[in-house]
């Protein structure tokens, strides 16, 4: 009953310009548990964990490292972990267990989000027995081995790797796994089209996990989506500029390539090149809301009035919060 109150509370808080589906997400809350095992040291580790199946719970391999006879647990009820698919590069284990008495969440599709979309992020941060929420926005989506990696704005803590991240119908599309450090931080989500790789793995009895996850690897061996966090972050707008040239020579393809040239272009006053860099992001992915949103600003400040209202009017096609910030940073009424 105390679990039924409290996830009545967490929908209570969700801000109400949010679409979320609060029906839909109260069945996601209860798929949400703690994945818990002792180190060789003799310290607690704890992360989260989702129900994809019957007896299946989804979770990241780094919250099972170095642990000897992990667990699964809601409340004052443990589940012994039988066995264990691990994929340790893309960092997602698949744990079996008997007798999981709950619902299983219902799938989405990271392939076919886009930027601005409305999220919640669900999990036990910080070992918490009560899980917690965080809602956010789809700030960047990059293809990775059939999936998309999601970097959103919904914020989880330490203890909440291995968590759902949900859509706005309470579908499962990604599972919260790594962040970037500071007060600015990026956070990332591991596809759920992941789900069949790990699939096909046998199954073998619980264990300590190796080896390092692709987001953990040297800087020149990550993919290029992660080299750039850094720099951008920082705002050390040369090395983005370094990253991001090799970045397009590799995927010429890549709108979000194309992105991170123009800014660090832009930010290095190269408004030349940054429009160039900008307008070939759009060729690619048209849908592009960030770029689309640079291109406007540029003509804002060439005081290209109808490159602005052309570019509020595509902005508007896509989503309209993104069209009011664009009008609101560029100085317009309701129309520019």
């Given at each position: ?75 004052e009820d443990s589940y ?238 896509i989503d309209q919060d ?15």
């Open positions: 009953m105390r679990k039924l109150i409290l996830l009545l509370a967490m929908l209570t808080y969700i801000p109400a310009s949010y679409a979320f589906d609060r029906a839909k997400l109260f069945d996601s809350f209860f798929s949400i548990v703690l994945v818990r095992g002792y180190n060789h040291d003799g310290s607690l580790a704890y992360g989260s964990g989702v129900i994809i199946a019957p007896n299946k719970v989804l979770t990241n391999c780094h919250v099972l490292r170095q642990t000897k006879e992990p667990w699964v647990s809601r409340g012994t972990i039988t066995a264990i698919q691990a994929d340790s590069w893309h960092d997602i284990c698949l744990l079996t267990m008997e007798n999981l008495p709950f619902k299983a969440v219902t799938l989405g599709n990271s392939n076919t989000l886009k930027k601005g979309q409305e999220t919640i992020s669900v999990g036990h941060s910080s070992g918490n027995p009560s899980p917690v929420t965080s809602v956010g926005i789809i700030k960047s989506i990059y293809p990775l081995d059939h999936g998309s990696v999601i970097r959103s704005t919904a914020r989880f803590a330490l203890g909440a790797s291995g968590s759902g991240l949900f859509d706005g119908e309470g579908r499962l599309i990604g599972i919260n796994t790594f962040k970037t450090i500071g007060r600015n931080a990026y956070f990332y989500a591991v596809p759920v089209e992941w789900i069949s790789y790990i699939e096909k793995l046998p199954a073998e009895p619980p264990h300590s996990l190796e080896g390092p996850a692709f987001w953990e690897a040297n800087d020149a061996d990550k993919p290029f989506f992660l080299q750039v966090a850094a720099p951008e972050l920082q705002e050390d707008w040369i090395k983005l500029q370094e990253v991001a040239n090799n970045w397009v020579k590799a995927e010429p393809d890549n709108s979000e390539a194309w992105y991170e040239l123009g800014l660090a272009n832009e930010k290095l006053d190269k408004l030349v090149e940054a429009e160039t860099a900008y307008r070939k992001s759009v060729a690619v992915n048209a849908l592009n809301t960030d770029s689309l949103f640079r291109l406007g600003m540029l003509a804002a400040k060439k005081g290209d009035t109808k490159e602005m209202h052309t570019i509020q009017l595509a902005l508007l096609e993104i069209a009011a910030e664009f009008s609101h940073e560029a100085g317009c009424a309701e129309q520019c």
